[in-house]
Structure formats: C-alpha cells, structure tokens
C-alpha cells in the first residue's frame, strides 16, 4: 500500500483486526477492550433527549461549557486538581484524539519521546505522524505486578527527549504506578524540563486497596502535564469517543491549536449526556469498579484453570497470559500472534497478540491479552472453552 514509510509499521490496528476475526468465527470476543452491558440509563436518556432537544449541529471547539465544567469539577472534587473550565479543559474525540494533537502540538522531528512498554498501540503511531522518535522504558514483573525501574527511565533520558507519555492504570498489563514509581518520573521530568502526557483512560478502575495517582498531582508536575482521560471506560460508552485534556492553558492552548484540525469537534448529543454522567453517576461508576475487579477475578481464575499464568491486574480492563504451558501441551510454539489467529478455531475465543504492544514483538511473544469488561455468562462460557481446548 502507498503508506509513508514512517507509518508502514501502523497499517491494521490489532483491535480492528481481532474484532473482525470475532465477528466473521463467531467466537466470543475477549480481544478488543469495551463493554457488552451499556452505562447508566440516565446517561443514555440524557443523549436521546439531547437528540430530541436539537443537540446535533457542531459543539463549540472546545465542547460545551456544561461539560467543561463537569470535568473541572470532578477533576477538582476527585484529584484535588483546579482547572479553568474556559483555558484549561478541552474536550476531545476519545482520548486517542486528545493523545494525538497533544503529541503533535508538543513534539517534532529530533525530539525523543519516552513511553513504557509494552505500549498502547496509538503512542508509537502518534509519534510517527509527528515526525518524532519514541524510546521505550519496560515494565518487568517484580513481586507479582508490572513494575517500572526508575533507574531505567533516567537512563533512557536523552538531550532530544521532550516528552514522556504516561499510562495508568495501564493497558495491557493492568499495572497502576506506586508512589515510588510516579514520584521518581516526576523528578526526571522535572529535571531535566519534560512535558508529560498522562493516560488515565482507567483511572475509575482499580482494584483491591490500589489508588490511582494522577503525576499531574505531584510536586512540579502541574505546569508541565497535559492530564488526558475519557467517558468511554469510566461509563461504559467507549463508541461515544468523549474524551478530554486538562492542563495549564498556555499547553491546553497547543493541544487545542492541532485538535482544531483533526477533527474540529465531535459527539454534540453525548457531550451533555457526559456531563451529566459525570456530575450524578459516580455512584454507577463505583459499582462498576467492584463488579470489574470480581470479572477480573473471574477470568483469572479461568484462566488458570485452563493452564495460563497471569499476572493479577490492579487495575483496566485486560488481565496478561503467559502462553507457554498451554502452547507446550498443545504441540505449538509459544507464539501469541499465530496463538491468536488459531485460537476461535482452536477455542472459539479471540484474544489480542501482546507482541503488537512491544517495539521488538520476540519480547511480547509468549504474551497474550484478554479482557474481562464483559458479561459473567461470556466470562464463564469463554473460560470454558479456554479449559476444553486440544490441537
Ligand atoms: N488509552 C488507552 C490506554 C486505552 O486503553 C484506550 C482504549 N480505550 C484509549 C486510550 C482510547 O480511548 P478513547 O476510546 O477514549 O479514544
Ligand atoms: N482501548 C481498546 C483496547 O485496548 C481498544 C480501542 C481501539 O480499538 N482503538 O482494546
């Protein structure tokens, strides 16, 4: 295909591809990360309603003043952080859109931009579009979560560097940075003068006694972060693709200037429903976090059972297998990509490849990713499949 070369390792995303693979085997779809119950009705009637009431002609650019001030409140009443509904909020096309114009706003060609890994699909691609480069800092397992070496983020710091996307609770491996963890990347980014972009898409969802800490929160954090997070998990409604960016206004100003072109704005009748989500359903989303950690225990569990090792999740959507004694009894290589394309015949069960998070694929091989934002029935069912499966 005529792609540039910067983008010719982005052609299909996993998540479009495991999908279609879902749909066209019928198998049950453990692979890309979304709901199969809807949010809160009152959200849905506030859309509907807003359709009704005429909602359906462009937002202004920033989106609409209601929901600003939803964010900033929740942001202010939830995380402590004060953000100007006017100059500091910006609403987005799901947090993909606000990733991307803040990277492309903030970052071009000879400047570095660090990551961990293994990492959310769209980073590495947005990075590409800006012409940048990204390095990436691993997680490694370390006293049964995914940790991150401080050490290694500092040695990963260049004099090109400029920016450090960030993601917590994080996808896929589920781990949420400890205050060790962020405190340490706050340092770095502080001395040696770096923009921070945080994903906290899941930041709704963690599990057991874990917290999730918001870096923007942290000692010198405020003036250099652009904080990014989205309607779409906390409510269950990733298709509405509401997202939002808060930050300092001189940065929030940035990542409006390149948003404004991507896509000008979107979603006119879920923007109100959003806010009002936001302003009286925090109850729903408490809700949602346990029954989450029960499905994250659920599959877990079956996975287990069926032969998997996992690491336990603190957090998201997406509990991480290791393949290797399964494939092993199975006769096969332990290769999570041919594993993944088998696996509705082998199992009628899609999962998602862990090896498209990692810049070199050998080290996410013996991965694969399956999620458990679905219905207990299908987690069960799945499971099942997962424990009968023979070659
Ligand atoms: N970041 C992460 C870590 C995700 O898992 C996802 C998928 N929900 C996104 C960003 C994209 O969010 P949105 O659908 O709001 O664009
Ligand atoms: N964030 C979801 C996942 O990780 C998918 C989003 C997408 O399809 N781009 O599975």
Redesign the pocket.
Known sequence: MPLVPALQPFRTTIFAQMSALAVSTGAINLGQ?FPDTDGPVGMLEAAQQAIRDGHNQYPPGPGILELRQAIAARRLADRGQEFDPETEVLVT???????AAAVIALVQTGDEVIMLEPH?D?YPAVVAMSGARHVSVPLRVEDGRFAMDVEDLRKAVTPRTKMIIL?SP??PTGTVLTMPEMLGIAEIAVEHDLLVVT?E??EYLTFDQTEHIPIGTLPGMAQRTVT?S????TFAA?GW???WACGPAPLIAAVRAAKQFLTYVGGAPFQPAIAYALTYEMAWVEQLRSSLADKRDRLSAGLVAAGFQIVRPQG??FVVADIRSVTATLGREPDGMAFCLDLPRLAGVVAVPQEVFHDDPADGKPFVRFAYCKRDEIIDEAAARLAGMSG
Do not use: F, Q, R, W
Request: hydrophobic share 25%.
């Open positions: 990360g096309v799901g947090a993909t859109e606000a990733i959310y769209s993601n994080h996808n994903d898409v899941y990014v989205s309607s779409g998990k990733t693709k509401i997202g998201g959507y």
